[in-house]
């Protein structure tokens, strides 16, 4: 993940919590090409079966630490992967996302659409390491 811009990158393995639904912590620094605050990011991921047990959802809540305005808000992440038969060893992955204001700011528009706009490309990189490292068998 570092080509990611993800440094120092950790994650706790899948632990089953309840129900079918597993549960991991990540923690990783922003990179200065990311950031111009390397910050950290702290997040926590569920994994639960798709109804059709045909995949899996990731949803996800990140909390940014050391960025300005970081504690106003947590970024939350919803990652639908589906198995694409007609592919034979390929996937199709949807990924949502949005903010959760948790303080009040007057620069709420200006975090948001720098927000979107950097999270759009960033997550076309880390999906792209993350297929990279699979078809190596990393």
């Known amino acids: 993940m570092q080509k990611a811009g993800c440094l120092n990158y950790s994650l706790t393995p899948w632990e089953l919590d309840k129900d079918g639904i597993y549960v991991r912590q990540i923690c990783y620094k922003f990179d200065k090409c990311v950031s111009r605050y390397r ?3 702290v997040s926590t991921q569920q994994r639960s079966l798709l109804p059709d047990r045909n995949g899996w959802v990731i949803e996800e809540v990140l909390t940014l630490h050391g960025v300005p305005l ?7 992440f919803r990652y639908q992967i589906e198995h694409a038969p007609s592919k034979g060893k390929a996937c199709h992955i949807c990924v949502y996302f949005g903010i959760a204001w948790l303080k009040s700011t007057r620069h709420q528009k200006r975090i948001s659409k720098n927000i ?4 759009q490309d960033r997550l076309k990189l ?9 078809l190596t068998g990393k």
């Open 126 to 134: 880390m999906v792209g390491e993350v297929e990279k490292e699979f």
């Open 116 to 119: 979107h706009s950097n999270l």
């Open 39 to 41: 910050g950290e990011a």
């Open 70 to 76: 970081g504690d106003h808000f947590n970024l939350h």
